[in-house]
């Protein structure tokens, strides 16, 4: 008789647990009722928060201690993923520019860069990559990614002919931008970069109108950081022809889609990536069951996130998905259609938002062993 194979694919339930726990969680759950089974165990992200994390562990990569230009202008300890036998690295720019990098009183971008970010991915070059992955997401930076492209070697000038930095504040003053002076070996890898909104770099959709609040932006703030920003783009167009301000995914990360696009960088959805890089569909034949989850399920769920990004192809796999999660919006008929199968709420009884944050691990393996429990029925 086949042994059951079970696939445990969560993300993470933000502010609760991370995907390797979540992954733990599951499986003690599921391992109560089905002790002989053949467990799959593949933590999962969609392009952000975590992604270096998952693809090294299911690579067998490693972590390159890197120090970087901090958001502030200070020297910090970060680190990027590489994996020797592909000479590939994974950076996701919040190790270098994040905006948890930033102390909340200090939060403001006219006064940030993503100058770390450049030099991060000079470090990956120097360590022989020849396919870089970036991680959108996080960024405390509407840079417009300058400080990165100065970084990588890019002479920018105010009308003074006075050098510029890259800081959010320093958008306006940009009179004359040289990309000739970039390191080649940019140009010679292969960039994949992994952004999942679609805003453009200026106007009311755009980088700064979009995010720059969260990032610590006034009205006023973002008025000075919008008519940069426009500036920033005339100069671009002027000095490359290419007309970066309207540009879909150009206003990701405060402007770093834009920047990566000036350098060739792929831009594709970050489930994508991810579920190609982690060899998903290969590792998932013959599975009996995917278990997967997040911490919040809604209409959003369908535009690339993980749970979506699963689901596609275990339909094409013609494989059961079952999910969890720590919210569960009453809009998500168009999941089952994807090819979800169920979708189970792991909130145990009634309790605070605070307290079901610190009781994930808990909730998530007692509803797993539930889940289990059905399924055994059916498999009697």
Known sequence: MKKLKIVIAPDSFKESIDAFNAAEAIKEGFIKVFPEAEYEVIPMADGGEGTSEVIINALNGEFIDANVTGPLGNIIESKFGYINEEDKAIIEIAAACGLALVPIDK?????TTSFGVGEMILKALDKGAKRILIGLGGSSTNDGGLGMLVAL???????????INGYGQELIKVNNIDFTSIDKRIY??????????????????????????????????????????????????????????????????????????LIEGNMKKGIDIVLENIKFEERIKNADYIITGEGSID?????????????KISKANNIPVIVEAGRVSDDISELYEMGVTAVFGIVDEPKTLEDALVDGYNSLRKESENIARLLAVKKN
């Open 107 to 111: 939060r403001n971008p006219l006064n």
């Open 153 to 163: 070697g890019a002479k920018v000038y105010d009308n003074e002919g006075n050098t």
């Open 188 to 261: 010679e890898v292969n960039i994949e970069v992994a952004c999942d909104v679609e805003n453009p770099l200026i106007g009311e959709k755009g980088a700064t109108y979009t995010f720059g609040p969260q990032k610590g932006a006034t009205t006023q703030i973002m008025q000075e950081l919008e008519l940069g920003m426009k500036n920033y783009s005339n100069k671009i167009k002027a000095s490359t022809g290419i007309d970066i301000g309207n540009i879909p995914k150009a206003g990701a990360a405060g402007g770093l889609g834009a920047a990566f696009m």
């Open 299 to 311: 209409s959003q769920t369908k535009y690339g996130k993980t749970i979506a990004g699963i689901a």
